[in-house]
């Protein structure tokens, strides 16, 4: 079956960096593009950003642009996110999901990881 394993989130002063990594089983990790959501408490989870299945194209959300990098092996099947330059409103916990297959509508989640970005 289809699994997802993150790891990596912590305890970072603000302006500090931190790298997650998901890694996939149970299926084809170079056949899907991947994805980071947060949820921060109270709040909707949102796209954080997306990588192609080739790693040739990645998306990012405007809060995070320029200071956080998502980045894949798949030779690992792994996916990461490089943060950098981290604020107390990147506090979340962090998802990695795997998109559907062709002709499907489910998305797959990993357990999470929490990042806390606190003085």
């Known amino acids: 079956q289809v699994q997802l394993v993150e790891s990596g989130g912590g305890l970072v002063q603000p302006g500090g960096s931190l790298t997650l990594s998901c890694r996939g089983s149970?299926?084809?990790?170079?056949?899907?593009?991947m994805t980071w959501y947060r949820q921060a408490p109270g709040k909707e989870r949102e796209l954080v950003a997306t990588?192609?299945?080739?790693?040739?194209?990645?998306t990012y959300a405007d809060s995070v642009r320029g200071r956080f990098t998502i980045s894949r092996d798949n030779a690992k099947d792994t996916v990461y996110l490089q943060m950098n330059t981290l604020k107390p409103e990147d506090t979340a916990v962090y998802y990695c999901?795997?998109?559907?297959?062709?002709?499907?509508?489910?998305?797959?989640w990993g357990q999470g990881t929490q990042v806390t970005v606190s003085s």
């Open positions: 990588i192609t299945n080739a790693g040739d194209r990645t």
């Open positions: 149970g299926f084809t990790f170079s056949y899907y593009a």
């Open positions: 999901s795997r998109t559907p297959a062709p002709g499907y509508t489910q998305r797959y």
